[in-house]
């Protein structure tokens, strides 16, 4: 693993930082590919290698630009010096040409407006001065021959970088996707990526050339497709015909990808056969769901009805078969409505409080916990935890674990899908144990102690994983329980995703729960989701929210009065807050603070509040456990809100603490319920609605007019809901 982290103090870079990059990158696919290059590209490894320091940085600083074509007068690099002896090297050696017809439009791309302009006016006398340069483009490669522009003043400084699908290939092998620079590289030394190594030793991808070849072309199609303009993508589709039968599941994957992207490109510019003809060649559930619902706009529904049957009769897959049988009952079965509305509207209904809108699983753990029920937050984090612990040696060990290449998180296992088959033995043995649950939590524990914090690409390690995962091992079936890693093992690519939102843990039992607002949809993964951990014998429900103002709704209103404005840099030098329910005071809290800084004139002016009067009040730790307490789990108030808990949340991280609780604010409560208004600062409200403010800018005046002002929200949210 990198030992810089993201966010931490990035390092410097060496001079030549990416010539040491693109060396690494090829003696890292020689050494692990050298079975799937071949003659040709192993000698142009060594060609580049015999090439002097200064011609190998050009070359490599090419790669890492856009494009291929480059004037050399706009390149200037103050490691390499003077270009003229690496430019001349690199045309002598074929690493560089002279442009020529087959980059005719990369040329115009890279000339300017005015170039284009000059070169074009002594061929078209009377063109238009005031064409814009996409005219100027189009305009050249309608009426100009692609080789004209050979003879032009500026010809000779362009360069053409040549080799650029070796490189690509190269970069292919490596990172198992098309890339076109060695950014990576740049931002792992940086520390803004992580990598991660399980052992020195890497996995080849492929195990023949043939198998990389088709990997890498449609892979680089795809790519093309997806950066291409109109006219190449015309290009691209025209060149189909020359597509081969994939053999590799890599490859077929990235086929579908291809077929359904052309697909819909296609259905959009409402050319439908063509679009069928790309869908057919396609093997997803994707490409076939595109293609029954094209059969039907089109009105062949005969067709499309066969189509749905042997998706159902013979369907590749669990998520293939839902598809089918839902859309099949839809237009067949005189069924409006599909699945996934179905269990949305059948589905249990919670009213939470609008003020959680934002975080509406952070609210229903709540409510389920206010209802003497144990509730988590799991969403995928459960099930890939509980899996990468349970298979830990299997998925991380040095001696079964394997990596494609340093920048992968995932073992290689589990992105070609064959971990079942490689651990079947311990995976089946492992499962059976899960019945006898001491036994296994034992284990679990002695695996997060032995290796907490260890990155990987499984799952993230959280402070409550232990407490979740007993809390579900205890409470659901096991066997159910292992029936679902059953199937993780077998596909964790397609099962990784969609898992419900929530444990929630009853009198009967463990039961698994998908939460969804107004106007949230319920995904197909989730839907399959929620149908498999049925069949295998959990409790899944999809809950509704409906949001209401909840009258018994705990509300804490807080004003802090600080050194500055910017939570980064100043300190807190007062709190107060009033805890409210029901429409009623029901506490206080308020205290001077110690910023251990010292406080401007300024502020001292504007608050009060000077160095003497805060040099014996607590510092911020002294007293950040009573203000947690003192706020629990209620809604966060404060006239401009995101201020005051910037303020404290900034004050928590500085102690190593995470403070989140759902905000309200009564600036943006007032402005959206009473528009209208000349200013919505909390003096000017309080002089509309006469509320005391008689010592504006000290902590508890400012809370109790806030206070104020919630209640008048809060009347004006219960009439709106009413109505």
Same mark, same amino acid.
């Given at each position: 693993?990198?030992?810089?982290?993201?966010?931490?103090? *990035?390092?410097?870079?060496?001079?030549?930082?990416?010539?040491?990059?693109?060396l690494?990158?090829?003696?890292?696919?020689?050494?692990?590919?050298?079975?799937?290059?071949d003659?040709?590209?192993?000698?142009?490894?060594?060609?580049?290698?015999?090439?002097?320091?200064?011609?190998?940085?050009?070359y490599?600083?090419?790669?890492?630009?856009?494009?291929?074509?480059?004037?050399?007068?706009?390149?200037?690099?103050?490691?390499?010096?003077?270009?003229?002896?690496?430019?001349?090297?690199?045309?002598?050696?074929?690493?560089?040409?002279?442009?020529?017809?087959?980059?005719?439009?990369?040329?115009?791309?890279?000339?300017?407006?005015?170039?284009?302009?000059?070169?074009?006016?002594?061929?078209?006398?009377?063109?238009s001065?005031?064409?814009?340069?996409? *005219?100027?483009?189009?305009?050249?490669?309608?009426?100009?021959?692609?080789?004209?522009?050979?003879g032009?003043?500026?010809?000779?400084?362009? $360069?053409?970088?040549?080799?650029?699908?070796?490189?690509?290939?190269?970069?292919?092998?490596?990172?198992?996707?098309?890339?076109?620079?060695?950014?990576?590289?740049?931002?792992?030394?940086?520390?803004?990526?992580?990598?991660?190594?399980?052992?020195?030793?890497?996995?080849?991808?492929?195990?023949?050339?043939?198998?990389a070849?088709?990997?890498?072309f449609?892979?680089?199609?795809?790519?093309?497709?997806?950066?291409?303009?109109?006219?190449?993508?015309?290009?691209?589709?025209?060149?189909?015909?020359?597509?081969?039968?994939?053999?590799?599941?890599?490859?077929?994957?990235?086929?579908?990808?291809?077929?359904?992207?052309?697909?819909?490109?296609?259905?959009?510019?409402?050319?439908?056969?063509?679009?069928?003809?790309?869908?057919?060649?396609?093997?997803?559930?994707?490409?076939?769901?595109?293609?029954?619902?094209?059969?039907?706009?089109?009105?062949?529904?005969?067709?499309?009805?066969?189509?749905?049957?042997?998706?159902?009769?013979?369907?590749?897959?669990?998520?293939?078969?839902?598809?089918?049988?839902?859309?099949l009952?839809?237009?067949?079965?005189?069924?409006?409505?599909?699945? +996934?509305?179905?269990?949305?509207?059948?589905?249990?209904?919670?009213?939470?409080?609008?003020a959680?809108?934002?975080?509406?699983?952070?609210?229903?753990?709540?409510?389920?916990?206010?209802?003497?029920?144990?509730?988590?937050?799991?969403?995928?984090?459960?099930?890939?935890?509980?899996?990468?612990?349970?298979?830990?040696?299997?998925?991380?060990?040095?001696?079964?674990?394997?990596?494609?290449?340093?920048?992968?998180?995932?073992?290689?296992? $589990?992105?070609?899908?064959?971990?079942? +088959?490689?651990?079947?033995?311990?995976?089946?043995?492992?499962?059976?144990?899960?019945?006898?649950?001491?036994?296994?939590r034992?284990?679990?524990?002695?695996?997060?102690?032995?290796?907490?914090?260890?990155?990987?690409?499984?799952?993230?390690?959280?402070?409550?994983?232990?407490?979740?995962?007993?809390?579900?091992?205890?409470?659901?079936?096991?066997?159910?329980?292992a029936r679902? =890693?059953?199937?993780?093992?077998?596909?964790?690519?397609?099962?990784?995703?969609?898992?419900?939102?929530?444990?929630?843990?009853?009198?009967?039992?463990?039961?698994?729960?998908?939460?969804?607002?107004?106007?949230?949809?319920?995904?197909?993964?989730?839907?399959?989701r929620?149908? +498999?951990?049925?069949?295998?014998?959990?409790?899944a429900?999809?809950?509704?929210?409906?949001?209401?103002?909840?009258?018994? +709704?705990?509300?804490?209103?807080?004003?802090?009065?600080?050194?500055?404005?910017?939570?980064?840099q100043?300190r807190?030098?007062?709190?107060?807050?009033?805890?409210?329910?029901?429409?009623?005071?029901?506490?206080?809290?308020?205290?001077?603070?110690?910023? *251990?800084?010292?406080?401007?004139?300024?502020?001292?002016?504007?608050?009060?509040?000077?160095?003497?009067?805060v040099?014996?009040?607590?510092?911020f730790?002294?007293i950040?456990?009573?203000?947690?307490?003192?706020v629990?789990?209620?809604?966060?108030?404060?006239?401009?809100?995101?201020?005051?808990?910037?303020?404290?949340?900034?004050?928590?991280?500085? =102690?190593?603490?995470?403070?989140?609780?759902?905000?309200?604010?009564?600036?943006?409560?007032?402005?959206?319920?009473?528009?209208?208004?000349?200013?919505?600062?909390?003096?000017?409200?309080?002089?509309r609605?006469?509320?005391?403010?008689?010592?504006?800018?000290?902590?508890?005046?400012?809370?109790?007019?806030?206070?104020?002002?919630?209640?008048?929200?809060?009347?004006?949210?219960?009439?709106?809901?009413?109505?």
């Amino acid at each position: 693993m990198n030992p810089d982290s993201p966010g931490r103090h *990035q390092r410097e870079l060496p001079a030549l930082y990416y010539r040491q990059h693109f060396l690494e990158l090829l003696e890292f696919v020689a050494g692990h590919y050298g079975h799937v290059l071949d003659e040709e590209e192993r000698s142009l490894i060594d060609q580049f290698r015999s090439l002097d320091e200064p011609a190998q940085c050009l070359y490599i600083r090419l790669v890492n630009r856009k494009g291929r074509v480059f004037d050399q007068h706009r390149l200037k690099y103050t490691e390499i010096g003077e270009l003229g002896g690496p430019v001349g090297t690199l045309r002598e050696r074929g690493w560089v040409a002279s442009p020529d017809a087959s980059v005719f439009d990369e040329v115009l791309g890279l000339l300017s407006r005015s170039q284009i302009q000059d070169w074009l006016g002594v061929r078209f006398p009377g063109l238009s001065r005031s064409m814009k340069k996409a *005219q100027l483009v189009d305009f050249a490669l309608t009426h100009c021959e692609p080789g004209e522009f050979t003879g032009a003043p500026w010809s000779d400084r362009l $360069l053409v970088q040549e080799r650029t699908d070796w490189v690509r290939m190269l970069l292919f092998l490596y990172f198992g996707e098309c890339r076109d620079s060695l950014s990576r590289f740049t931002m792992r030394d940086l520390g803004l990526v992580r990598v991660h190594s399980f052992r020195d030793a890497y996995e080849p991808r492929y195990a023949d050339r043939a198998e990389a070849m088709e990997a890498f072309f449609f892979a680089s199609r795809l790519a093309a497709f997806r950066s291409a303009t109109g006219r190449e993508r015309r290009l691209l589709i025209d060149a189909a015909v020359q597509w081969p039968e994939p053999l590799s599941e890599a490859a077929m994957d990235t086929r579908d990808e291809l077929a359904c992207a052309i697909g819909g490109f296609l259905e959009k510019a409402g050319e439908s056969e063509s679009a069928l003809d790309f869908y057919r060649r396609g093997d997803s559930v994707q490409c076939t769901e595109r293609l029954v619902r094209v059969l039907f706009s089109s009105g062949q529904r005969e067709v499309a009805r066969q189509r749905l049957e042997a998706c159902i009769d013979e369907a590749k897959s669990e998520e293939e078969w839902l598809f089918a049988a839902d859309l099949l009952e839809r237009k067949f079965g005189r069924k409006r409505t599909s699945l +996934q509305t179905d269990l949305l509207r059948s589905s249990e209904i919670i009213d939470l409080d609008e003020a959680h809108i934002g975080a509406p699983e952070r609210a229903a753990v709540r409510y389920y916990q206010a209802q003497g029920q144990r509730a988590y937050r799991t969403e995928n984090s459960l099930w890939r935890s509980l899996f990468g612990l349970l298979f830990w040696d299997e998925l991380f060990s040095p001696d079964s674990a394997a990596l494609h290449s340093p920048f992968e998180a995932l073992p290689a296992s $589990l992105t070609d899908r064959s971990f079942y +088959q490689r651990h079947q033995v311990a995976i089946e043995v492992k499962l059976h144990e899960l019945n006898e649950s001491a036994s296994t939590r034992r284990k679990l524990m002695s695996t997060i102690a032995r290796h907490y914090g260890t990155p990987n690409g499984v799952f993230r390690w959280r402070s409550g994983i232990a407490e979740t995962i007993v809390a579900m091992l205890e409470s659901a079936d096991t066997e159910a329980v292992a029936r679902m =890693l059953d199937k993780l093992a077998r596909d964790y690519p397609s099962m990784r995703y969609g898992w419900p939102d929530l444990l929630v843990i009853d009198e009967v039992g463990a039961r698994f729960v998908e939460v969804k607002a107004e106007g949230d949809q319920l995904r197909r993964n989730q839907l399959l989701r929620l149908r +498999q951990m049925r069949d295998s014998g959990l409790r899944a429900d999809v809950v509704r929210v409906r949001w209401v103002l909840d009258p018994g +709704q705990t509300y804490v209103v807080v004003d802090v009065e600080t050194t500055g404005g910017r939570a980064e840099q100043h300190r807190i030098t007062e709190i107060a807050a009033l805890k409210l329910r029901n429409g009623e005071i029901i506490d206080r809290y308020e205290t001077l603070i110690n910023p *251990q800084r010292n406080i401007p004139p300024g502020i001292t002016r504007l608050t009060g509040i000077s160095d003497a009067m805060v040099a014996g009040a607590p510092a911020f730790v002294e007293i950040a456990d009573a203000f947690e307490d003192f706020v629990g789990e209620a809604i966060f108030v404060a006239h401009n809100v995101n201020f005051d808990y910037g303020f404290v949340t900034r004050e928590y991280a500085r =102690l190593g603490r995470q403070f989140r609780r759902a905000k309200l604010c009564t600036c943006a409560s007032m402005r959206k319920l009473y528009p209208g208004y000349g200013s919505y600062s909390l003096a000017a409200l309080c002089r509309r609605y006469e509320i005391p403010l008689e010592s504006h800018h000290r902590a508890m005046c400012d809370a109790e007019a806030a206070a104020a002002l919630l209640l008048i929200v809060n009347e004006r949210r219960a009439a709106d809901l009413r109505n």
